[in-house]
């Protein structure tokens, strides 16, 4: 027996519609732009199947997202840390590479997009154009999946991408439809 701990997420009722919609919205760009490709999503390893992740010491603050990034060759991208404290038992050490770069908060915010985006995702991309000889890097476009973190969403993140990466085509992961894609997947006989 075993306590609740938060509302369960409720599928949408057209699950399988907005899941039809973004295959093909997804297929659409690849179609018509000749792409590299690179997920991004903010999320931890724990056995499949599992509706909570735990995680160890969350009530004592020492909390911090770590986002990794795998492209769909299967490259992992160097990891993004976003930590949150007040104290320096809190904060990773001042010795540590990239200290100056911690922010106060552990929550993807607009500066920490920025930054992931700026030294990991578009990084990677040139790399790629690079070492596949694309003739005109400057016009090739890429596609990075991202979840549908409010940030990722807000108008700010996606007219400051427009803006600053025109080449990188950011497309969403459907919100809470993942778990149903994964019954879709693993419950056939």
């Not at 490259?75 to 993004?80: A, D, S, V, Y």
């Not at 607009?110 to 016009?139: H, N, Q, S």
């Not at 991202?146 to 992961?173: G, N, Q, R, Y």
Request: hydrophobic residues 35%; contains cysteine; aromatic residues 10%.
């Amino acid at each position: 027996m075993r306590a609740t701990t938060h509302a369960a997420q409720k599928l949408p009722v057209n699950v399988t519609e907005i899941l039809t919609e973004s295959y093909l919205r997804e297929a659409w760009v690849i179609q018509n732009y000749s792409t590299v490709y690179q997920q991004g999503t903010k999320m931890t390893w724990d056995k499949t199947g599992n509706k909570q992740v735990a995680g160890v010491g969350k009530e004592e603050k020492r909390v911090f997202t770590l986002v990794p990034s795998i492209s769909a060759s299967g490259e992992l991208l160097p990891f993004q840390a976003i930590y949150q404290g007040m104290t320096d038992q809190s904060c990773p050490s001042k010795k540590a590479a990239g200290y100056d770069e911690a922010k106060n908060t552990y929550w993807s915010t607009l500066e920490t997009m920025k930054t992931l985006v700026g030294k990991i995702i578009a990084p990677y991309f040139e790399r790629m154009k690079c070492t596949l000889g694309i003739e005109k890097p400057d016009k090739q476009m890429s596609i990075w999946k991202i979840d549908c973190w409010s940030v990722h969403k807000s108008e700010a993140f996606l007219t400051w991408m427009k803006k600053s990466h025109p080449t990188i085509i950011v497309l969403f992961v459907p919100g809470n439809s993942c778990a149903q894609a994964e019954h879709e997947m693993f419950s056939s006989p």
